[in-house]
């Protein structure tokens, strides 16, 4: 189970809907999405944990490079 293995859930707005948030919540996992910008009620989220995604994905494309 992935709940198991994970605290929190680093994603772009992409990933920013209800059926996702929802899925999350039920696996008891940390949902650091932001908000869209046409969102009606925005989800707050921790900006410190999500400056966190940009050194993981700036790690892969150093990885890549």
């Not at 920013?16 to 996992?29: L, N």
């Not at 790690?59 to 890549?64: A, G, M, S, V």
């Amino acid at each position: 189970m992935i709940a198991d293995r994970i605290e929190t859930l680093l994603a772009d707005k992409g990933y920013d809907s209800d059926a996702i948030r929802e899925e999350i919540a039920k696996a008891g996992v940390e949902a650091v999405i932001p908000a869209k910008s046409n969102r009606r009620a925005p989800t707050p989220h921790d900006r410190e944990k999500y400056r966190w995604r940009n050194l993981v994905e700036r790690l892969f494309n150093k990885l890549k490079n």
